[in-house]
């Protein structure tokens, strides 16, 4: 006759099981998650079949770029991508380009809690006047208050459509989890209308031309305070318990305005979060949260194409020698008020 286990320890041993299981299961999902996107983590110099120098996008519209415009900056990266400038570029000939071939691109903007009242309206008004124009545009406002995003009159060929998303209790959260929300709007709306993608932060405003030069397969902006530091002097997030850690660079970007290709902006999205994610797990957040994780995807898998600081430009900088044209401009920050709920 078998002897009957105390009921008490029946229950410790299934609990046991059960917990084992879960376990089992998020670490399979986390290796799924990793292997899956393992090429967006290793530097692109290393991987099987890169070429140093090569770009994936092609240089043909490289060629029409007068380099040599600008003598006093850097027009072009030590990996051959352009640094685009005022003076470097035709408008009407890349204009002409895409509106002949109909290219269509999407704006997305996260609007949330006390941002959608402050800088929605300013921004779409301005986007109208001076995005892409000429060209297909879809406007995409990821909000946790549809009913309040304010009515507008677009222009033809450009449209509106509002996402829902979850209200976090931190602004933090709401900067970190977007990439998560980007990628998902890819494939299940953006990839089926638009060619290319920028993604924008809401507390900007644009006062000049951001046309289809500024389009490419990988697109990064560089930071306005930053361009002519040296890299030393880049906030990365030095902390080596961080995916996102970084102790040298080629620039430093801001992630206030990022584009590219449906395929790379979700490539980068996809990575940032993996990123994201395995820092919660390890209870790290980084320093300057998505921006740190961009920053260090964009070493890793250099960008096609650089926009120079004329394309997302603070006011308060003084010194603006460099700056011929002002194509956006950072918003009034009032984040004490808008950040608290």
């Known amino acids: 006759m078998k002897e009957q286990l105390p009921l008490s320890g029946s229950i410790s041993k299934a609990k046991g099981a059960g917990i084992f299981c879960c376990l089992l299961l998020l670490v399979a999902s986390l290796t799924f998650i990793y292997l899956k996107y393992l090429p967006y983590n290793v530097p692109v110099e290393t991987r099987p079949g890169a070429v140093e120098g090569t770009l994936k996008e092609t240089d043909t519209w490289n060629d029409t ?19 685009v400038w005022e003076g470097m570029f035709d408008p009407n000939l890349y204009d002409q380009h895409h509106i002949r071939i109909k290219t269509t691109v999407a704006l997305t903007v996260f609007a949330v809690g006390r941002y959608l009242d402050a800088y929605l309206k300013t921004f779409l008004n ?89 389009l490419g397969d990988s697109v990064a902006v560089l930071h306005a305070h930053f361009y002519r530091l040296q890299s030393s002097q880049f906030t990365y997030d030095r902390n080596p318990k ?60 250099k960008p096609s194409k650089v926009l120079s600081p004329e394309y997302c430009w603070d006011r308060w900088i003084r010194d603006n020698r460099d700056i011929r044209v002002m194509r956006l401009v950072w918003g009034p920050k009032n984040y004490e008020g808008l950040r608290t709920r």
Request: aromatic share 14%.
């Open 65 to 83: 770029l007068n380099f040599g415009a600008r003598p006093e900056v850097k027009t072009r990266t030590s990996w051959n991508a352009p640094i």
């Open 126 to 214: 301005s986007a109208e006047k001076h995005f892409m124009i000429g060209l297909q545009v879809r406007y995409y406002v990821f909000t946790d208050a549809p009913e309040k995003v304010p009515k507008f009159d677009f222009g033809p060929k450009r449209i509106l459509k509002v996402i829902k998303v979850e209200k976090y209790s931190r602004w933090q959260d709401i900067s970190m989890m977007r990439m998560k929300m980007i990628s998902e709007a890819i494939e299940s709306e953006i990839r089926h209308h638009c060619t290319y993608l920028f993604c924008f932060d809401v507390d900007q405003e644009l006062i000049g031309r951001f046309g289809s030069e500024a």
């Open 242 to 301: 961080s995916t996102a850690f970084l102790d040298k660079g080629d620039f430093y970007y801001h992630a206030a305005i990022f584009g590219g290709s449906c395929d790379g902006v979700k490539n980068l999205a996809d990575a940032c979060y993996l990123s994201i994610m395995q820092d919660k797990i390890n209870d790290v957040e980084a320093l300057w949260h998505d921006e740190s994780h961009l920053n260090k995807y964009f070493y890793l898998h």
